[in-house]
């Protein structure tokens, strides 16, 4: 989307987008309020979930939008959840290695991030219904663990367990 100001050089290096290649694409306005309008109050998965929130909180607030779901963060869902132990980080690199993820391009790309956070996503759901017998993992599950220390994330996922509706 072409946001109406000039891509820093960092980001370039970073990304690889250029304002070449942006010129031409529409805007940011448009491209909130259509993704704003597919989404609607469906809870959202992002892996610096903290960096995702400000960024589309300001955008729809240039569109007079609100957000209006909640957001889980993966990156703290991986540190919490993964057998794989580092800071959260390092650990998203480790954990991607360890589970043999597929990488789907270049990273910090917008396609590319959303494969791998979705990979990961995946993973952590077998993982919490392999290892840990979760039978729903729900984005209401997904909040109560990122906030869970990793030594407390069993008594976290019973507690779970115990409070669902049979």
């Known amino acids: 989307m072409n946001a109406g100001v000039r891509i820093p050089s960092f980001i370039e290096s970073l990304t690889g ?4 290649m942006i010129r031409s694409a ?5 491209v909130v309020r259509e993704v704003s309008d597919f989404i609607g109050d469906i809870p ?8 995702d929130c400000k960024f589309w909180d300001a955008e729809l607030a240039r569109i007079k939008h609100c957000r ?4 889980a963060y993966s990156s703290f869902l991986v540190a919490g959840a993964s057998p794989v132990t580092a800071s959260a980080k390092s650990q998203t690199g480790r954990l991607i290695r360890f589970a043999k993820l597929p990488l789907a391009g270049r990273a910090h790309r917008a396609l590319a991030d959303a494969e791998i ?9 077998l993982e919490l219904r ?3 017998k979760v039978s729903d993992v729900s984005h209401e599950l997904l909040s109560k663990i990122q906030i869970a220390p990793k030594a407390k994330l069993a008594h976290c996922l019973e507690r779970h367990q ?5």
Do not use: Y
Not at 17 to 20: A, H, P, V, W
Not at 26 to 30: E, V
Not at 162 to 166: A, K
């Open 117 to 125: 956070a979705a990979s990961l996503l995946v993973h952590l759901e």
């Open 68 to 71: 209006r779901q909640e957001f």
């Open 17 to 20: 987008i250029s304002d070449t």
């Open 44 to 51: 959202l998965v992002a892996h610096n979930a903290s960096f």
């Open 162 to 166: 115990e409070i669902q509706p049979s």
């Open 130 to 132: 392999g290892r840990f």
């Open 26 to 30: 529409p805007s940011a306005a448009i």
